[in-house]
């Protein structure tokens, strides 16, 4: 009974130095197929950026190149209209008598022919 009564009273007396539980680190193993599919979806994940970027490049870049044509249109319009102004000008009547006067040339009305557009 000597031996019972040592037990019991270990277990009732506490330890003199307390036990301290090292912490393990976690390691995470993971397996040849993990890692493939981890690493290829880490290049698609990269391929995909570069290639949204270099998407958004060539969106610029071609704003920019329809901007600059549209500048070109407006330029060629307000050229074309100050034409049309000054062809209006030109054909006026008035300034086609003078002309024809300086010329020496005279108006004979019964040999006039009316076109109309």
Do not use: W
């Not at 680190?25 to 493939?36: F, H």
């Not at 500048?71 to 030109?90: A, I, P, S, W």
């Not at 054909?91 to 009305?109: M, P």
């Amino acid at each position: 009974m000597n031996n019972t009564a040592v037990k019991i009273h270990e277990r009732q007396r506490p330890s003199s130095r307390p036990r301290i539980r090292k912490k393990r680190k976690l390691k995470i193993r993971l397996k040849l197929g993990e890692k493939l599919l981890f690493l290829s979806f880490c290049a698609f994940a990269i391929y995909a950026a570069v290639h949204i970027v270099a998407n958004q490049v060539k969106i610029y870049q071609i704003n920019k190149e329809i901007q600059q044509l549209q500048e070109t249109v407006q330029e060629q319009q307000k050229h074309n209209n100050d034409l049309y102004m000054e062809v209006q000008q030109l054909s006026a009547y008035e300034r086609i008598l003078q002309k024809a006067k300086e010329l020496g040339l005279s108006l004979n009305e019964n040999n006039v022919k009316v076109v109309q557009e």
